[in-house]
């Protein structure tokens, strides 16, 4: 079932299909807006063979394989998530897979589809081969590519994709979707308006974090890592908190209003008084080449104990 702010999207997306707008089609933004709820129904109408106007008919031989996540004419090109790996990655010879797939006829006599959900995931390598196949399309085969933030994807595999950013929630959509708790508005201003979240920390654990970083003092920090073992709650939660609340503080030095921590604007101002800018700088830069090395079997909690003392030096 599509999100009611997913509506227009669909009738834009399925008409553009009919209508032959594309042969390869690039999807982003909005990671937590359900993007793969709209996926799955336009997926499932390009492969029907009895569409209804902009439906999929949901009973066609090709709709109920799509049901039975069985379809021999959609390849899910994705990696593969059993791998012991830092980071996932789409391989070459998953590419020749797909050159194999798309250069033979379809099983059901109509559309093939190759969905990468994760665009991310392809390498230098897997992206140039794939990018072959993206230059020279076969007919009757069309390219569905899903990444979370354009700006990382390859100009050459954007250059050759119809682009097309999700629509997102208004406030109220939002909201409507959500369980109500106490907290709600926070998280929801917190992943940027957009509500398929599950909240990460408890109540307690979030005042913890909030008042460890409005008092950064050795033994606050202690009592965190001790009570929040990122080992436990996984440490990209925990930077990206630490690093939402980096970029609030770089907001009120500058003479902003603070995006996720309203409640604490005025903690904020206190802080930004006594801050070192430059320093606020090097540990952003700290901070998010931990996040991108989160998967690392490093020592996570030695870690979070040094961004946190460095944050501690950020004031003078
Ligand atoms: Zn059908």
Redesign the pocket.
């Known amino acids: 079932m599509l999100y009611p702010w997913q509506k227009n999207d669909y009738q834009k997306l399925a008409s553009s299909f009919l209508r032959g707008n594309f042969h390869a089609l690039l999807i982003y933004g909005g990671i937590r807006c359900g993007t793969n709820t709209l996926m799955d129904e336009l997926l ?1 109408f390009m ?5 209804n106007g902009l439906d ?9 394989l ?1 049901q039975e996540h069985n379809h021999p004419d959609l390849y899910i090109l994705a990696a593969d998530e059993t791998e012991e790996r830092k980071t996932l990655q789409i391989k070459v010879n998953q590419i020749r897979e797909v050159t194999e797939f798309v250069y033979r006829s379809s099983h059901l006599s109509g559309t093939k589809v190759v969905y990468l959900p994760r665009l991310q995931e392809l390498n230098i390598s897997s992206a140039n081969a794939l990018l072959k196949i993206l230059e020279e399309p076969p007919v009757d085969c069309i390219f569905i590519l899903q990444a979370e933030d354009i700006a990382r994807v390859m100009p050459t595999i954007k250059s050759r994709c119809l682009k097309y950013s999700v629509t997102r929630p208004t406030y109220e959509q939002a909201v409507a979707v959500l369980d109500s708790s106490a907290d709600i508005d926070f998280w929801l201003r917190y992943y940027d308006g957009e509500p398929l979240f599950e909240i990460p920390f408890t109540v307690e654990q979030k005042k913890l974090l909030i008042e460890t970083l409005q008092t950064p003092s050795i033994s606050n920090i202690f009592t965190l890592t001790k009570e929040l073992d990122p080992k436990k709650i996984g440490m990209a939660k925990l930077l990206e908190f630490f690093i939402k609340w980096q970029s609030d503080l770089m907001q009120v030095a500058c003479a902003c209003s603070p995006s996720y921590f309203v409640d604490s604007n005025q903690a904020l101002q206190q802080l930004a008084r006594r801050l070192n800018k430059d320093k606020l700088y090097a540990l952003q830069d700290d901070s998010i080449f931990l996040l991108e090395w989160h998967n690392h079997p490093l020592n996570h909690k030695l870690q979070l104990e040094n961004l946190l003392l460095k944050y501690q030096q950020i004031y003078v």
Request: hydrophobic share 10%.
């Open positions: 499932q492969l029907c063979h009895q569409r999929a008919c949901g009973s066609c031989p090709s709709c109920r799509y």
